[in-house]
């Protein structure tokens, strides 16, 4: 497993930006899928982007979200625009190790290590 520490989340008004980070460390010389979830109050979470052999992003934020990977850096990004009251939630990051899979994994199961998660809040 990898350990996963989020940051740049924060409150921002609808239609600004954001750029979240994760950084992983521990087992990172194994190839490992990297992606977002995210958990609004009461509701399941949710998949938002993820990065493997190419990067896929959810059909709800497609347009206005990016996923990006530095691997020299161990680290992901998601860069939110024109982000929308519903965007408000806590996003995960999650990384599944030694995955040799020939798709892009987007389900919760398919990750075995997450982040404790960071807050975004879009104001109207």
Same mark, same amino acid.
């Given at each position: 497993?990898?350990?996963?520490?989020?940051?740049? !989340?924060?409150?921002? $008004? *609808?239609? #600004?930006?954001? @750029?979240?980070?994760? %950084? /992983? =460390?521990?087992?990172? &010389?194994?190839?490992?899928?990297? !992606?977002?979830?995210? $958990? *609004?109050? #009461?509701?399941? @979470?949710?998949?938002? %982007? /993820? =990065?493997?052999?190419? &990067?896929?992003?959810?059909?709800?934020?497609?347009?206005?979200?990016?996923?990006?990977?530095?691997?020299?850096?161990?680290?992901?990004?998601?860069?939110?625009?024109?982000?929308?009251?519903?965007?408000?939630?806590?996003?995960?990051?999650?990384?599944?190790?030694?995955?040799?899979?020939?798709?892009?994994?987007?389900?919760?199961?398919?990750?075995?290590?997450?982040?404790?998660?960071?807050?975004?809040?879009?104001?109207?």
């Amino acid at each position: 497993q990898v350990q996963l520490e989020e940051s740049g !989340g924060g409150l921002v $008004q *609808a239609g #600004g930006s954001l @750029r979240l980070s994760c %950084a /992983a =460390s521990g087992r990172t &010389t194994r190839p490992y899928a990297m !992606g977002w979830f995210r $958990q *609004a109050p #009461g509701k399941e @979470r949710d998949f938002v %982007a /993820a =990065s493997w052999s190419d &990067t896929y992003v959810a059909d709800s934020v497609k347009g206005r979200f990016t996923i990006s990977r530095d691997n020299a850096k161990n680290t992901m990004f998601l860069q939110m625009n024109s982000l929308k009251p519903e965007d408000t939630a806590i996003y995960y990051c999650a990384a599944r190790t030694g995955y040799g899979g020939r798709w892009i994994p987007s389900r919760r199961d398919e990750y075995d290590s997450w982040g404790q998660g960071t807050q975004v809040t879009v104001s109207a």
